[in-house]
């Protein structure tokens, strides 16, 4: 068994330390004393649900004792996979009081990436809400039980079907839980959104976590009397942490959940609960700006909307103060750990071109040309950063991490970015192939794999396409085997029956006789992306003047 781990070099984790980053506080003790210090405060609000601090603390630690009579040991791994529910918060304060680590999926995984992640984890129970938008969950992960072997317990929040166990009936004595964890050891792995293959573990640890929240409470202006609405989904580091659900419980205010962002059912909830701060990505803070243009909404409470996730236009970014009567904050961050936020008083032109500053003095940051070499001042390269909440290893992986990460202990993010002489930095891109649809990130390489597993695909490659309402959408070229003739319709319903996140499945798929080629062979996949990208851009500049 491989428990996942984080470690930074020595000099370093002093330095974290004796700068006060790093204090030593833990998750379960984090809930625990909110509990006793303010019982009756509302912490979480879901639907009918009201929750306590003193409530929630109690569910999660009458679950988490419960976690332990099922025969599961501190520093076992829990694939959790919910949606925004309060049960999800007494599932992951729960697993944190009994030392297991939490690995959180999106709603939108499928058995593949589910799969993937119980192995990769080696998850010793899986917890999961039994229907996310009418989606059987529950019979999903019932379904992957046999194919992972070290799978001992599938526990289902709402109705669980015959062979899982509910969630209601995990209970034990709180008395049974461990002491508090080594504030130094994992709290739970995040996902990568990766530019290649499926979704990496990221182990963050209660010290590096805690840092980022503080760094962002402070930053958000967040405080006892802050309410956090969670409209994207809480797994999400965004929404977790940034400030998110976490800085609000941190903060002792009140987490609002939202079922869905869409304006209708978001703006009377914002009402209603008195939210003063979301968060959002671009094509959703799109759909409320347009909603606000038609109809201009009385949100009187909301004091700040967040954007991030993917790039947000200047042009849209302005649109937000007029329209929505709030203040707008870029946050630009990864779950690998760097975030940046503009902050609440930066003039407007910083607020709308720019995507903010990190959160800590000690987030060192490079921006290199492709030859390793800082670029000049002002001027677009590779970003690389390294700090005290920033990985310096993926769980279990050493080829990801050889690409990922320097010698010397530096993230490679991947984004291409520019920064101002006060600090700001502007995101220009991404250097590698990724493609950022809606904020969730799709790797191109991992589409391909998929397509050239059907029998018909000679060749796949996928490449992202600049999309006015979903930032990018994904284009699928395929060059088919001699003497057969694959539709589009049939590679995506292939696509389907793989049982991925359905983002996954490109927007568009182009059939192609071949692919380019130079004299001496076939020209790097990267350069192969870049000219069929252009080619698509060239094709809608022409219908574009066309057109005028
Ligand atoms: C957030 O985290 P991830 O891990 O899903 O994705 C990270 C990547 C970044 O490397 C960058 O490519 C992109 O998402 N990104 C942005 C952005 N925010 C994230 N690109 C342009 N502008 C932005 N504002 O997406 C995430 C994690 C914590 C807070 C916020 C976002």
Partial sequence: MTEPRQTWPAEFAARYRAKGYWRGETFPRLLRERAAAHPERIAIIGGET???????????????????????????????????????????????AAGLVPVYALPAHRRTELMHLAGKAEARAILVQDRIERFDHAGMVLGLRAALPGLAHVIVAGDAPEGALAMAQVSGDPATLPADP????VAFCQISGGSTGLPKLIPRTHDDYLYSIRGSNEICGIDETSVYMAA?????????SSPGCFGALHAGARVVLCPAAMPQIAFPLIRKEGVTITGLVPPLALLWLEAAERARPELPSLKVLQVGGAKFLPE????????LGCRLQQVFGMAEGLVNYTALDDPEALVTETQGRPISPDDELLILDDAGQPVPEGRPGNLLTRGP????????????????????????TGDIVLRLPSGHLVVQGRANDQINRNGEKISAEEVEDLLLGHGSVFDAVVVSIPDARLGERACAFIQPRAGTDPSPAELRRYMRGREV???KIPDEIRIVSGFATTAVGKISRRQLR?????????ESNQTEETAK
């Fill in 182 to 185: 080594d504030p130094q050891a």
């Fill in 389 to 412: 909440y920033t990985i310096r290893a993926y769980h279990d992986d050493d080829s990801a991490n050889a690409r990922s990460f320097t010698e010397d202990g530096f993230y490679r």
């Fill in 501 to 503: 996140a359905a983002f």
């Fill in 50 to 96: 009201r929750w306590s601090y003193r409530e929630l603390n109690d569910r999660a630690r009458r679950f988490g004792a419960g976690l332990l009579a099922l025969g599961l040991r501190p520093g076992e791994r829990v694939l959790i996979q919910m949606g925004n529910v309060p049960s999800f918060f007494e599932a992951v304060f729960g697993a944190f």
């Fill in 316 to 323: 849209s970014a302005k649109r937000v103060a007029p329209l």
């Fill in 232 to 240: 994207l989904p809480v797994a999400h580091n965004f929404t977790m």
């Fill in 530 to 538: 870049e000219s069929l990208r252009a080619g698509v851009l060239a």
